[in-house]
């Protein structure tokens, strides 16, 4: 599936002095499905928005965003529905679980949708992250890094072309960040799907095929 | 398998503030309220049935009135000016709310009758009178006589009875008699004077409510008129009218102002029609605040239910959950609960009218045993709109 950028800037940013020299905002730009995109910027930028513009949760922009046929701004609420369920699947910054459910449960909710994904991977997967031991605990429980790493194995058992990472590693020391790397790339090159990241920095966490500077 | 972890891990999520103390309240208001308007519906329509007599043939409040004219001082000796003429009962014929009128055929020569056993006799002389069979609320099979028949048919006013067992007796020092005791005597009926005296076998077979007479068929009475009439012409002293709304002011006016009467009883008894529609309309008036109460209690409780669950909802449809697919969730599990309390309704209305139709039967009162088809029409609609607008405010919530 390929995204299409037609000169988007959201609204609360237009008028900016520094939008001109964005590297994303009011440009046309197309991405192909299994690139890898990392959105560098420091904070105030527009990142998140970005990514919840794409997401389709931020409706206030000028210009249009186009996933393949799906125009973003004029999709239904149950083709949004269809395109989060088998085309996109993100990890939000403010993570987005469900704080009175376990870990397990977390997983099993967006798992459980589709089923497309089997337990034995899910449950493959959490251990992969440090997590299998706590998959019983609430999620209200557990550290701010135990729960980045849940919604990232959340954001991987459901079918997806594009992977949204919105600084998906924040809370994660250097130890856990790399696990969640290699899961994630292992999966994703599965899939065969793209993923766009955002952070504050330049890194190298994933080989990118563009850098785009806000 | 899937599917039912699916559902529980949603209900977590989105019902979890569902078994709160705020539901039941609702859904017993709710209850009550469509129970009162079920009620409702089964006292006007029992009310209405008992009114027309529909399952026992009798109607109290009566579609059926005996009409007589009234009797002047200056009429007394002129017993001619006291019967109807065939103009008179066919101006009734076309009265408005009177749909059939029946004449009282009186017996124009002496009737006696005698009872007798092997150590006493007793006779007395009596009337006798006739009407249409179909104005007769004792549906006997053999009511009809002609000459050769054995025996004579009679049915008495269940008041002759009463006038009998609590006024007679007592001051005769006579027995009382039951009902049972009176259909099982044989006597005899006498008619005619002199050496042209006849006697017939004669059994009563049944009891009236409606009319206040002892009948016979009026084969009978037409065969005793010709053979030992008088020589009066054969005009009704009575008639009986079947109406269809003896509460009307047409009806009223007839006997309030005009030269006829009919008992009073029976009007008065009119009365409770348009009593019981007022307490009817009342009680409807009642549950409908009751059902107000109730769905806006109800609806308060889904609404909060959703607004807790809110950023669940929400949180759901970032992960392809479609509103669509939530809404439909939501609406099912409170429909079944809906659902499931217009049935409690539905079926407390159904022992309430078992109870009551046994209760008052011993009065002698007869409705139907189990709720008719308004009462369930009158459940179907209001599930219907409750559902309705159940499913309007849960859409309404999650698309929001």
Redesign the interface.
Known sequence: MRLSLDSIVPSALKDRPDVSNSYLWQRDLVFNQGEVILVQGPSGTGKSVFLRML?G?DKEYEGDIHWSAFKMRDVS??QL??????SLS?V?QDL???S??TVW?NI???R????TVSEYDAEKWLDRVGLKKAQDVVVNNLSLGEQQRVAIVRALV?PFEWLLLDEPFCYLDEFNRSKAVALIKEVVQLTRAGIIVTSNTDNDEFVYDKKILL | M??R??NI??N??LL?YGHNKRLWPALIALCLGVFLILSSVIIWDSTRDILAGKFDGDSIGSTYLTVNKKIPDENLTKQQQNLFSAAEVNAFRVYPHVKDVGVFVSAQFPVEVLFSNEENSFSTSLFVEAVPKRFIDNDIKSWRWEYGHDVVPVIISKEFLNLYNFGYAPNQGVPQLTEGTILSLDFELIIGRGALKEKFKAKVLGFSNRISSILVPEGFVDYGNQVHGGEYEDLPSRLILEVTDPTAEEIHALFDHGEYETSKELLRLNKLRTTTNYAVAGMALLAILFIAFGVYVFTMFIDLTIVQAET?IK???????????LSKYLFFRYGLILIATMLSSGLLSIIAQVRIAKYIVVESLIIAKFPSWEVWAALGTITLLLLLLLNRIIVNKV?R
Request: glycine share 2%; net charge positive.
């Open positions: 997401f949760i609420s149950s529905s269809l395109l989060r369920a088998s993100a939000f987005k679980l469900f009175e459910l449960e099993e909710v967006n459980r949708m589709t089923n459901q | 899937s599917i972890k699916r891990l949603l977590k999520l979890r669940s949180n759901l449809i970032l992960l392809g959950y479609s509103p669509f697919f698309n």
